[in-house]
């Protein structure tokens, strides 16, 4: 594939998108949790329009899908490239002003909204492969949104060369931007019907290059305590208060199975949120481990802690709650090799060495290789996420739409 005379447009429809505020609400009931995520999704039904896709549409729930018509005569699987719009409640999304630092100098980048930030190259190591290359960064005030708005300005980058490249081979190419994913909904209103794709990709990974076929098995565990309250004058013997019983439950979590602790292959139980006063305390925790039985195990763990303090209260009770959220994708990945071995190939054709990797958390791929569409993730060149130091490589983001391009004309030769 000849990129030599293409003028990207990945920079410049990422620079737009992040100036979009699109972060998604865990507590909202409804989907998308944000009306504003839809701004994004409006611009980018437009922007597909004008390139020339003319089913793009924008749902209910927040979705958008659109395709782009099988070009050769070759019966190839119709393939789904996918991206969220949301960005993570983390930090603030709201007045992003994004700068791009030309030709980066390898030097540590001080972030000119707040001179306490300071993004540095003993923190982040992976800057020293970066000297040359246009890095993006905010003014230190807000998070970038490059996860996932890199994702949805590479498939749209791909997009429009795809549809301005015709002697390109392809089969029928299927977008899907999603609301939702930074706060586990992403898939949860996706019409696979609709969608039609039997095989597909995300674009929300990390560092150029890699390919991430595995993730966690994740749930959510919510507990919710009922003390004993009293007035607090005449208390002794009698109150049993639920906010000291959530903080005694969370004071025996095993040190050792925290997200502080842990790396790699190794699981954790992660509190998140504790509301609640004197009479009620509502806890809830994340669940994470890369096999569904040593998930299971650390609920199991969670429960007989919880047990266990609560036997010193006789007055007070417990509901202990699972929701399932993911399950590692690799289970359904393994079956279909052919969808990651294709990736690995279009990521040397760009000129990258592949790195196959396990995401120590989860992306729409998770869900949606469970609900019939078998789909790793692709590298997006995201770093620092979710927090005012995230930064970009606009050369990165440039090979993720080779990759893109490289892949879709894979299916069609392998085919």
Avoid at 275 to 288: A, P, S
Avoid at 299 to 305: A, F, K, P, Q, S
Avoid at 353 to 358: F, G, I
Wanted: contains cysteine; aromatic residues 6%.
């Amino acid at each position: 594939m000849n990129f030599d005379d293409y003028s990207f447009t990945v920079s410049e429809r990422f620079l737009r998108y992040v100036q979009i505020d699109t972060q998604s609400d865990g507590d909202s009931p409804t989907c998308p949790s944000t009306e504003k995520q839809k701004d994004l999704s409006r611009m980018l039904v437009e922007e597909l329009k004008q390139m020339g896709i003319k089913d793009a549409e924008l749902d209910e729930h927040g979705y958008v899908y659109a395709s782009i018509e099988s070009n050769t005569q070759k019966k190839v699987p119709v393939i789904c490239f996918c991206a969220h719009v949301d960005t993570a409640p983390d930090c603030s999304g709201t007045n992003v002003k994004p700068i791009v630092h030309k030709k980066y100098d390898g030097k540590d980048i001080p972030l000119p909204g707040d001179r306490s930030q300071i993004i540095k190259v003993a923190e982040h190591p992976e800057l020293k492969d970066m000297v040359g290359h246009d890095i993006i960064t905010t003014d230190g005030t807000t998070l970038l949104g490059s996860d996932d708005k890199a994702g949805v300005a590479e498939i749209m980058d791909a997009a429009h060369y795809l549809m301005s490249h015709p002697e390109v081979k392809h089969g029928k190419i299927r977008l899907l931007f999603t609301p939702d994913e930074e706060i586990g909904r992403g898939a949860n209103k996706a019409d696979m019907k609709k969608l039609g794709a039997s095989y597909g990709y995300t674009l929300d990974g990390g560092a150029a290059g890699s390919l991430e076929n595995e993730t966690f098995s994740a749930d959510g565990v919510s507990i919710k305590i009922k003390g004993f309250s009293t007035h607090p004058g005449y208390a002794k013997n009698k109150m049993e208060h639920a906010m000291k019983i959530a903080a005694e439950i969370i004071q025996q979590l095993p040190k050792e199975r925290s997200p502080e602790t842990t790396e790699k292959k190794q699981p954790f139980i992660h509190p998140t949120e504790i509301k609640g006063g004197l009479e009620e305390v509502e806890l809830k925790f994340l669940i994470r481990a890369f096999d569904t039985p040593t998930l299971m195990a650390l609920e199991e763990e969670l429960r007989m802690i919880t047990v266990k303090v609560l036997t010193n209260y006789k007055k007070s009770t417990y509901n202990f709650a699972v929701t399932e959220q993911y399950r590692n994708m690799r289970e359904v990945l393994d079956t279909v090799p052919q969808v990651t071995n294709h990736a690995v190939e279009a990521i040397k054709r760009t000129g990258l060495t592949p790195k196959l990797d396990s995401i120590r958390g989860g992306t729409d791929g998770s869900r949606f290789s469970f609900m019939g569409l078998p789909c790793p993730n692709l590298f997006a060149g995201e770093h620092g996420i979710h927090s005012v130091q995230e930064w970009i490589s606009v050369q990165d983001m440039q090979k993720a739409v080779e990759t893109v391009v490289n892949l879709a004309a894979i299916w069609e030769e392998k085919s």
